[in-house]
T-cell receptor, first 112, second 110 residues
């Protein structure tokens, strides 16, 4: 049973470009969570999604960030017009409803 | 608002048991204790969780005091690959936000 998959593992963008991060949950998991880990800091919750629904995006920056989890395909975290402060590791987790979250390997975003 | 308190760091000898303490003196009756670890440059890895009874799985044991105000994660035979940051997290049943603090940096030495 494959774990949570994220791609790309590393992403380099120049300021002003867009970044798209993908997350495929574990088989049978219908809930996806995104967390961000800034350099030398702990993980911070960003958003919680179920298929075709955003349940809680209280941890998302108000501008430039969006997330989706379509009926088919992976969950996408999209960052528009990236800035240097967006450089971080972005982790996706998945779970069955209200159960233990299992994390993916993360995407490391570097903004030049 | 920190719900758990952990030592900043600890060393452990390879092959010995590693006992990682966590204080959660304000824990409520419906809050679980979860442990995750993060090996350098990897995603957090779930280890174990419990409510009030001691728990054991293939990775570790979790000992929760009777008053539930503290717990200890035990890695029975630490290996070099157990070197990681270990996070103790208190989570209400049904709450989906995991709050990661600074954790304990555990270094296993040969």
């Amino acid at each position: 049973n494959a774990g949570v998959m994220q791609n790309p593992r590393h992403l380099v963008r120049r300021r002003g470009q867009e970044a798209r991060l993908r997350c495929s949950p574990m088989k049978g998991h219908s809930h996806v969570y995104w967390y961000r880990q800034l350099p030398e800091e702990g993980l911070k919750f960003m958003v919680y999604l179920q298929k075709e629904n955003i349940i809680d995006e209280s941890g998302m920056p108000k501008e430039r960030f969006s997330a989706e989890f379509p009926k088919e395909g992976p969950s996408i975290l999209r960052i528009q017009q990236v800035v240097r402060g967006d450089s971080a590791a972005y982790f996706c987790a998945s779970s069955p409803p209200m159960e233990t979250q299992y994390f993916g390997p993360g995407t490391r975003l570097l903004v030049l | 608002d920190a719900k758990t308190t952990q030592p900043t760091s600890m060393d452990c000898a390879e092959g010995r048991a590693a006992n990682l303490p966590c204080n959660h003196s304000t824990i409520s009756g419906n809050e679980y204790v979860y442990w995750y670890r993060q090996i350098h440059s990897q995603g957090p890895q779930y280890i174990i969780h419990g409510l009030k009874n001691n728990e054991t799985n293939e990775m570790a044991s979790l000992i929760i005091t009777e008053d539930r105000k503290s717990s200890t994660l035990i890695l029975p035979h630490a290996t070099l690959r157990d070197t990681a940051v270990y996070y103790c997290i208190v989570r209400v049943a049904g709450d989906y936000k995991l709050s990661f603090g600074a954790g304990t940096t555990v270094t296993v030495r040969a």
